[in-house]
C-alpha cells in the first residue's frame, strides 16, 4: 500500500493563518482545529451529552445500512472525505456488494497511516489507495490500478456545514467532478432545529467545546512561530438564526498584540476572531444548495429530525462555476 501525499507544508499553514487573521473580520480556518489534541477533544465532544450529531448519524446508518449499501451499488470506488478512526465506515465496508476499493482522504498523514494499518489488518482484502491531502482546496485521486465501475464519495459527521454557502457550493462542484458519470454521495447533513438544543451543543457543561475551540491557538502556535496566550481569549458559540448557523468564536479578553512569524496581530478588549461556522440545513434548503450538481434520491432521518444522512446522485451534463463541464 503506498500513500499519495499533497501534504500541507508549515508555510501553507503560516500564510494562511495571517490572510485570515488580516481580513476585516478575523477569522481562522477550521480545519486547524484538528492536531493530534484537537482530534482528541474533538472525540470527547462526540461523546457529550449535549453533542447529538454523531450517535444520531451512527444510529440512522446502522438502521439503514442494507439500503444504503444497494444504493451504492456493485463495483464502486468508495472515495472518504476526511476519514478518521471511525466505526462508520466499517459499515460501509462490511456491507457494499462488491466494493472495488476504499479510498480514504485525510489531511494528516499520521492519522491516515495509523487508521490504514488498522483496516488492513481487518480488512486483508481490501484494496486501499489512501491519500494525504486538504479535500477543502482542489485535490486529485491517486491512481487506481483496477478496473472500477463508478466512484461514491462518503462525507459524514456534517462537516459540510463547515463551509460558507458559496463555498458548500463551489466544493460539491469539485466532488461531482471528482465523482463523474453515475457517481453517487453518501453525505452527512445537520438539520435546522431549536435554538436551545443546537446552542448547548456547542456549549457544553463540561467546557471540552471551549477547550477545544482554544486548542486552535495552541496547535497553530506549534506550527509556525507565534505566542497566543490562551488565557486572553474566550470561547464563544451561538446560533445565528438569520444565516441558519452556529458561529464559533475566540473574544478576545483584553487589548493585547500576537506575534505571528514576523508580523504583529493587534487585538482589541473584546474583539472576536471568527473560527467555525456550522451550518444547519432544512432538507429543502440543502437540495437546493446541491442541485446545480447533485440529485437527491434518498434522505434518512432520525425519529426526532435532529440529522439526516442523504445519497445523492451526480446529474449528467453538470456546468463548473469556471464554465467547465462534464
Ligand atoms: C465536525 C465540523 C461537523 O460543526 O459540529 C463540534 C465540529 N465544532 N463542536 C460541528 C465541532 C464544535 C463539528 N464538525
Not at 494525504?132 to 459524514?156: M, R, S
Not at 463551489?170 to 435554538?195: P, Q, S, T, W
Not at 444547519?280 to 434522505?299: C, G, H, I, N, Q
Not at 445519497?311 to 467547465?324: A, T, W
Request: proline share 4%.
Amino acid at each position: 500500500m503506498t500513500i499519495k501525499t499533497e501534504e500541507i507544508t508549515q508555510e501553507d499553514i503560516l500564510s494562511e493563518v495571517l490572510d485570515n487573521l488580516m481580513m476585516p473580520v478575523k477569522q481562522l480556518p477550521s480545519k486547524l482545529f484538528y492536531d493530534e489534541k484537537g482530534s482528541r477533544l474533538f472525540d470527547k465532544i462526540c461523546e457529550l451529552e449535549e453533542y447529538y450529531p454523531t450517535r444520531t448519524e451512527m444510529q440512522i446508518m446502522i438502521d439503514n445500512i442494507e439500503e444504503m449499501s444497494a444504493l451504492l451499488g456493485e463495483g464502486t470506488l468508495l472515495i472518504e472525505l476526511g476519514s478518521g478512526s471511525s466505526l462508520k465506515i466499517r459499515l460501509l465496508l462490511d456491507n457494499i456488494p462488491g466494493l472495488a476499493g476504499y479510498v480514504p482522504v485525510d489531511i494528516s498523514s499520521k492519522h491516515l497511516i495509523q487508521s490504514c494499518e488498522t483496516l488492513k489488518e481487518d480488512y486483508p482484502h481490501l484494496d486501499i489507495f489512501p491519500l494525504v491531502a486538504d479535500y477543502t482546496k482542489d485535490f486529485e485521486l491517486p491512481e487506481i490500478n483496477k478496473p472500477f465501475d463508478h466512484k461514491a464519495v462518503y462525507f459524514p459527521g456534517s462537516t459540510i456545514g463547515n463551509f460558507t454557502l458559496p463555498q458548500a457550493k463551489e466544493f460539491l462542484g469539485r466532488i461531482a467532478k471528482l465523482c463523474g458519470k453515475n457517481g453517487g454521495l453518501i453525505i452527512g447533513v445537520d438539520l435546522k432545529k431549536d435554538k436551545k438544543i443546537l446552542e448547548e451543543a456547542y456549549n457544553d457543561k463540561k467546557g471540552i467545546t471551549a477547550t477545544f475551540n482554544l486548542n486552535i491557538l495552541e496547535h497553530i502556535n506549534n506550527e509556525v512561530n507565534s505566542n497566543f496566550d490562551l488565557n486572553k481569549f474566550l470561547h464563544f458559540a451561538f446560533f445565528n438564526e438569520d444565516a441558519s448557523r452556529i458561529e464559533m468564536h475566540l473574544i478576545s479578553k483584553e487589548n493585547q498584540n500576537v506575534k505571528i512569524d514576523g508580523s504583529i496581530i493587534h487585538f482589541e478588549k473584546g474583539e472576536n476572531i471568527l473560527t467555525e461556522y456550522s451550518y444547519k440545513y432544512t432538507l429543502e434548503s440543502f437540495a437546493k444548495l446541491a442541485s446545480d450538481y447533485f440529485e437527491v434520491r434518498k434522505v434518512w432521518v432520525d425519529d426526532d429530525n435532529l440529522f439526516s444522512v442523504q445519497y445523492l446522485r451526480v446529474k449528467p451534463h453538470s456546468i463548473l462555476p469556471n464554465g467547465e463541464g462534464f
